[in-house]
C-alpha cells in the first residue's frame, strides 16, 4: 500500500507560480511511475505531467510543455510540480497518482488515468484571470 499527501495548491492569478508537493509513505518501492493529473468541474481527469526516475523520462500534456516541470526527490518520497506562467484554463484539483514502471513506457499509458493503482487525494488550484 502506498499513501500520497499533496500540498501546495491556491489561488493565484494568471502569470504567477505555484510549486505542488506529493510526499509519499508505504510501500513505495512497488511503484515507479509517478504523474500528476488535474480535473476541472464538468471535465474528465486529465494527465498533466509523468515521471519515471529512474531514467529520468517524463511526459507532459501539450498545454503545459514549457510551463510545467515535473521532478522527484526520490530520497525525501516527494514528487514536485512548478508550475509558471498559469493560466485560468489550469485551475482544478490536483491529483498525484504512482503505479507501476510499464506505465512510463510511452505518453499514452503515462497521462491515461487508467493505470495507476494508487492516489492522493487531491489540492485546489485556482488561477484567476
Known amino acids: 500500500q502506498v499513501n500520497l499527501v499533496e500540498s501546495g495548491g491556491g489561488s493565484v492569478q494568471a502569470g504567477g507560480s505555484l510549486r505542488l508537493s506529493c510526499i509519499a509513505s508505504g510501500n513505495t518501492y512497488s511503484t515507479s511511475c509517478w504523474a500528476w493529473f488535474r480535473q476541472a468541474p464538468g471535465k474528465e481527469r486529465e494527465g498533466v505531467a509523468a515521471n519515471y526516475p529512474g531514467v529520468e523520462r517524463r511526459f507532459y500534456t501539450d498545454s503545459v510543455k514549457g510551463r510545467f516541470t515535473i521532478s522527484q526527490d526520490s530520497a525525501k518520497n516527494t514528487l514536485y510540480l512548478q508550475m509558471n506562467s498559469l493560466k485560468p484554463e489550469d485551475s482544478g484539483i490536483y491529483y498525484c497518482?504512482?503505479?507501476?514502471?510499464?506505465?512510463?513506457?510511452?505518453?499514452?499509458?503515462?497521462?491515461?488515468?487508467?493505470?495507476?493503482?494508487?492516489w492522493g487525494q487531491g489540492t485546489q488550484v485556482t488561477v484567476s484571470s
Open positions: 497518482a504512482a503505479g507501476g514502471w510499464d506505465l512510463c513506457m510511452s505518453a499514452d499509458l503515462a497521462l491515461g488515468a487508467g493505470g495507476y493503482k494508487y
